[in-house]
C-alpha cells in the first residue's frame, strides 16, 4: 500500500521506542514527519526544541554523547542547511546521533523551493564518518529505523513527503551498504534512490515493452555506497541511468560516476536529478519537469542503447 | 554547630583557597609554556578562565582520572573550545595522561589538537571551537542526565565573544524552559574578543538581563577571586528549579600585566622571551617595572 516513508519513519519509531535510549528530538515539525506519534507514547523522550534547529541538533548530539540514540527531525532542507552545526556537533564528535530529513526533494510539491532540499545528499556524503540512506517504501523505512538501533555513528535518513509505491516485498530486509537489484536485466541498468526507484520500475516495463531488459537498483545506502553491485551491472549490462530527486551536483549519479571512474569502468552513465533550486507545483508534474519521471528514465535509456 | 568545627571549616576552606590559588598559577605557568612550545595559541582567553578551571578541576568536578569515562561523573564542556590549553593542563595535573605530552600540543599526530577533540583525548566531554555550539551540547547532556534520574551535573563554559552566537541563545531558551537545574553556564566575560572589545564589535550587554529573561538563575562574581568562584560554585547547587549562570568578570591575558586586556593576545603565542618573561611575572620573580 503506497505510504511516505515519512510516515512509516513515524510509526517505526513508536516500535522501536520501548528502549529507553531512544529519544526523539523536534523543531515543532512534529506533525510534518509524524514524529508526534512517538510523543504521544513516550513524551518523557520527545524533546521539543521549537524552531531552532542548530539547537537541536546539538542537544542531539549531547544525548548522545551521554549514552542515548538521538533521532533529530525536520525538513531535510532545514537539517542539511545546519551542515557546519552537524559537522563540529555530530560528525567530528562522532555522536550516535540520527537526523531524519523528510520532505526531500521536488517531490515535496506546492511549496517550493525554500521547503525542497535538493543539495543535502551531497552535504551529508561530505561528511567523512556519516552515513546516508534513503529508503524507497514503507517496509524500508521501518526495516531501516529498526537497524539503525544498534548502528554506532551518526547517520543521515532522507525521507519523503509524498507517499510512495511498494517496491520491495513485505518480508523484505534491510542490509546497509548492500543496493538491492529489484528487477534482472542486461540491457541496461536503471538505479534509483527513494522515490526514483519507483520511477526506475516503470521505466523498465516500459522498456520491457520495447525488448530492453532494464536491471532496476535501489540504491537506499548513498554511502557507503554498494561498489560491488555498481561494477557488476557496469560489467553486466554496460550502461547506465541514475535517477534522483536532488540535483546531479554530489548525489546519487555523483556517487556512482565516482565508483566508475575509480574503478576503470567506461561504461556510460547518465544522471539524471535537479540543476536548480526547485518550484512550486505538483509532484508529478515536478517530477517530469525536472526530468526524473518514469518517462524520462526510459528515455535516457534509450539515447544510451542508441549511443553505444 | 560546635565552636570548633566552625574554626576548623574556616580553616579548610581557608585552606582549599590557597590550594586552588596556587594550581591556577601553576595552570597559568604550564599554558605559557605550552603556548610558547607549540608557537600559536589564546593566551588571552585561556588565562582569563584560569582561576575557573582551577575551583573546577581541583575541587568541584566529581571526576575520575583513571577511569575518564565513568558513567556518574560531571561533565564539563568547553565552548569556547580555542582556550582549551588550560583544561590540557589541568587534565595533565590530574592524571588524565602524562605531563609530557603537554608539549605536543598542536603537532601532527597529538591528542591535544589545537581545539579539544572528545575522540583523540579521553577527559574531553565535547569536540568544540565552533563557537556558540557547545551550550547545546551541554543542554543534551543535561537532558540525558535528567531522563536517567542521575544526579551529576554538566558545567559550560563559554565566553563573551562567542555570546554573540544565536545558537547559543537558542540552546538557553530551551535550557529555561525545561528548567534544567542540572546545568551551570559559567560566562568568562573578559571583555575582549579577536579584533576588538567586545562592546566594540557587539555589545552584548545588558547580559544579566538577557540570561534572566531566558529563565535563568544568575550570579555575578569577581572571576579571579577564588573565595567567591567557590560561592558562586556551591550557590548554583542549591538552586533546583532552573538553570544557573555563573557571570564571571574576568580580565583577558590575567596574570601577565602586559597581555591584560590587550586583543594583540587574544591569538598570539608568546616567543620565548616573552615566555620567560611572563612566567617570571606568574612566579612572581619578576624584577623591575615589567614590560
Keep these: 500500500m503506497a505510504k511516505a516513508t515519512r510516515e512509516a519513519f513515524g510509526e517505526a519509531l513508536v516500535r522501536v521506542g520501548g528502549d529507553p535510549r531512544i529519544v526523539v528530538l523536534d523543531g515543532d515539525l512534529m506533525k510534518s514527519n509524524f514524529t508526534y506519534l512517538f510523543r504521544e507514547r513516550y513524551p518523557d523522550r520527545f524533546v521539543e526544541c521549537g524552531i531552532a534547529e542548530s539547537n537541536m541538533i546539538g542537544v542531539a548530539s549531547g544525548l548522545a554523547l551521554a549514552g542515548k540514540i538521538a533521532w533529530a527531525s525536520s525538513f531535510a532542507c532545514f537539517l542539511s542547511g545546519r551542515l557546519e552545526t552537524i559537522r563540529m556537533s555530530v560528525g567530528y564528535q562522532a555522536a550516535n546521533v540520527r537526523l531524519a530529513g523528510t520532505h526531500a526533494g521536488v517531490g515535496i510539491g506546492d511549496d517550493g523551493a525554500s521547503q525542497m532540499a535538493l543539495e543535502d545528499v551531497a552535504a551529508m556524503r561530505a561528511l567523512p564518518n556519516m552515513t546516508v540512506i534513503q529508503p524507497g517504501d514503507a517496509v524500508e523505512t521501518e526495516r531501516c529505523v529498526e537497524y539503525l538501533v544498534e548502528h554506532e555513528g551518526p547517520v543521515y535518513l532522507r525521507l519523503t513527503r509524498q507517499k510512495l509505491d511498494d517496491v520491495n516485498p513485505p518480508d523484505y530486509r534491510f542490509e546497509l551498504g548492500k543496493a538491492v537489484v529489484l528487477r534482472e536485466g542486461s540491457d541496461v541498468a536503471l538505479l534509483g534512490t527513494g522515490a526514483t526507484v519507483q520511477e526506475a520500475l516503470k521505466a523498465a516495463d516500459e522498456l520491457a515493452g520495447e525488448g530492453v531488459e532494464a536491471r532496476v537498483i535501489n540504491v537506499h545506502t548513498l554511502k557507503p555506497i554498494d561498489h560491488e553491485t555498481i561494477l557488476a551491472a557496469a560489467r553486466e549490462c554496460g550502461r547506465l541511468v541514475t535517477v534522483e530527486d536532488h540535483n546531479v551536483f554530489g548525489g546519487l549519479g555523483s556517487a556512482v560516476a565516482e565508483v566508475l571512474a575509480a574503478n576503470g569502468s567506461g561504461a556510460p552513465l547518465t544522471v539524471l536529478g535537479a540543476t536548480d533550486y526547485g518550484q512550486s507545483g505538483k509532484s508529478e508534474e515536478l517530477y517530469d519537469a525536472y526530468g526524473i519521471s518514469a518517462k524520462h528514465v526510459a528515455e535516457a535509456a534509450r539515447a544510451l542503447a542508441k549511443g553505444s | ?291
Design chain 2, 1 to 291: 554547630m560546635e565552636a570548633a568545627q566552625q574554626v576548623s571549616e574556616v580553616e579548610d576552606r581557608r585552606a582549599l583557597v590557597e590550594r586552588l590559588r596556587e594550581e591556577a598559577r601553576r595552570l597559568r605557568i604550564t599554558d605559557i609554556r605550552m603556548l610558547e612550545k607549540a608557537g600559536s595559541g589564546h593566551p588571552g582567553g585561556t588565562l582569563s578562565a584560569a582561576d575557573m578551571i582551577a575551583a573546577l578541576y581541583f575541587h568541584k568536578l566529581r571526576i575520575r582520572p583513571d577511569d575518564p569515562m565513568w558513567a556518574d561523573r560531571d561533565r564539563f564542556v568547553l565552548s569556547k573550545g580555542h582556550c582549551i590549553p588550560i583544561v590540557y593542563a589541568a587534565l595533565a595535573r590530574l592524571g588524565f595522561f602524562p605531563e609530557e605530552q603537554l608539549m605536543t600540543l598542536r603537532e601532527l599526530g597529538s591528542p591535544l589538537q589545537g581545539h579539544p577533540d572528545r575522540v583523540r583525548l579521553p577527559g574531553i566531554e565535547a569536540s568544540t571551537g565552533s563557537l556558540g555550539q557547545g551550550l547545546s551540547i551541554a543542554v543534551g547532556m543535561a537532558i540525558a542526565g535528567r531522563l536517567d534520574g542521575a544526579d551529576w551535573r554538566v558545567y559550560c563554559m563559554m565566553g563573551d565573544g562567542e555570546s554573540q552566537a544565536g545558537q547559543l541563545w537558542e540552546a538557553a531558551m530551551l535550557a529555561g524552559k525545561r528548567g534544567l537545574s542540572n546545568l551551570v553556564g559559567i560566562l568568562d566575560q573578559n571583555l575582549v574578543q579577536q579584533s576588538d572589545l567586545v562592546e566594540r564589535i557587539l555589545d552584548i550587554e545588558p547580559v544579566v538581563a538577557k540570561w534572566r529573561a531566558f529563565g535563568w538563575h544568575v550570579r555575578e562574581i569577581d572571576g579571579h577571586d577564588m573565595e567567591q568562584i567557590l560561592d558562586a560554585l556551591d550557590e548554583v547547587e542549591t538552586v533546583t528549579d532552573r538553570p544557573a549562570l555563573v557571570l564571571s568578570h574576568t580580565v583577558k591575558g590575567k596574570g601577565v600585566s602586559w597581555m591584560e586586556l590587550d586583543p594583540e593576545w587574544h591569538g598570539k603565542a608568546p616567543d620565548a622571551e616573552q615566555a620567560a618573561r611572563a612566567i617570571a611575572e606568574l612566579e612572581g620573580t619578576a624584577t623591575g617595572g615589567g614590560a
